[in-house]
């Protein structure tokens, strides 16, 4: 059962444009949220994160979106840049336990 | 910032032996150590949870018996895959979880059994 849904698999964007990655969720008690972002054959790493009391979170050129009430946040990127071209997971915990559960990613590609 | 040491970031191994990976977190105390897996197109999934000085909860359908976590120290955890078949190759990656509300992961690493 997947608890964290990314239904795109892969998009493309234009160098500078604004890139908008999507992420949906199905647990009610998910109150934190995170981004990393994914080269080839690395580990991940910590993009932005966002909890619950918030609807919006803003690091640079990243912002994160929050939507508790239809169970959804975005990442955007803007501008976009080519070194963006990974791939991006979201990924939700509840305060509660440990766990966090990961979308199945969003492999973004930046056209120069 | 929190840093975690995974090595080796690729192995290759023949089917039957058994490969270690370690984590280690480098300024930090990992209280938590979670293992993950990733194969191809598919998203990280959770293989099991460690505290420090306590034996691992596996998640369903983890072979306890053959995936071994030993988290003795709060900076050292590692994930033994043991008799190794083709099916076990995959991306391998730990992720730590300390003091801070926060998971810093590993490098991964990239195990091929062939």
């Known amino acids: 059962d997947q608890q964290v849904k990314q239904n795109s698999p892969s998009l493309s964007v234009q160098e500078g444009r604004i890139s908008i990655l999507n992420c949906d969720y199905t647990?009610?008690?998910?109150?934190?949220f995170l981004w990393y972002k994914k080269y080839p054959a690395e580990g991940p790493t910590f993009l932005i994160s966002?909890?619950?009391?918030?609807d919006k979170n803003e690091d640079g050129r990243f912002t994160v979106f929050l939507n508790k009430s239809a169970k959804h946040l975005s990442l955007h990127i803007v501008p976009s840049q080519p070194g963006d071209s990974a791939v991006y997971f979201c990924?939700?915990?509840?305060?509660?336990?440990?766990?966090?559960?990961f979308g199945t990613g969003t492999s973004l590609t930046v056209i120069p | 910032g929190a840093v975690v040491s995974q090595h080796p970031s690729r192995v290759i191994c023949k089917s039957g032996t058994s490969v270690k990976i370690e984590c280690r977190s480098l300024d930090f105390q990992a209280t938590t150590m979670f293992w993950y897996r990733q194969f191809p197109k598919q998203s990280l999934m959770l293989m099991a949870t460690s505290n420090e000085g306590s034996k691992a909860t596996y998640e369903q359908g983890v072979e306890k018996d053959k995936f071994l976590i030993n988290h003795a120290s709060l900076t050292l955890s590692t994930l033994t895959v043991t008799s190794a078949h083709p099916e076990d190759s995959s991306f391998y990656i730990c992720?730590?979880?300390?003091?801070?509300?926060?998971?810093?992961f590993g490098s991964g690493t990239r195990l091929t059994v062939v």
């Open positions: 966002i909890s619950s009391i918030k």
């Open positions: 990924a939700a915990s509840a305060r509660t336990g440990n766990q966090f559960y």
């Open positions: 992720s730590a979880s300390g003091n801070h509300y926060g998971y810093t």
């Open positions: 647990n009610s008690m998910f109150d934190y």
